[in-house]
């Protein structure tokens, strides 16, 4: 199984992001995609998940301002981020949940800087 994460880069702050992550190889597609972040020296942090039905949920410091979403069709998932913020600033982990087996992406650096 692979994922693949694009769409980071640098932003000012205020301005916006959309992430990609696109799954491939022996998954059925039914899993729970998620995004998560992680800084240096602290533990792996939810951003948000969807289920294939399209559940969300999201972490109580990106609400209001990222929308996660998916395609089930083409097994890849999004995340709109706007109103970006400098403590935003890490590296982004796509995360893939299926038959109890999980998945990671190698990870993408969303850097928010003026």
């Known amino acids: 199984v692979q994922l693949v994460e694009s769409g980071g880069g640098l932003v000012q702050p205020g301005g916006s992001l959309r992430l990609s992550c696109a799954a491939s190889?022996?998954?059925?597609?039914?899993?729970?995609m998620g995004w998560y972040r992680q800084t240096p020296g602290k533990e792996r942090d939810l951003v948000a998940s969807?289920?294939?039905?399209?559940?969300?949920n999201y972490g109580d410091s990106v609400k209001g301002r990222f929308s996660i979403s998916r395609d089930n069709a083409k097994k890849t998932m999004y995340l709109q981020m706007n109103s970006l913020k400098p403590e935003d600033t890490t590296v982004y982990y796509c995360?893939?949940?299926?038959?109890?087996?999980?998945?990671w992406g190698q990870g993408t650096q969303v850097t928010v800087s003026s």
């Open positions: 995360n893939y949940v299926e038959f109890s087996r999980s998945y």
């Open positions: 190889g022996s998954i059925v597609g039914i899993g729970v």
């Open positions: 969807i289920t294939r039905s399209g559940g969300t």
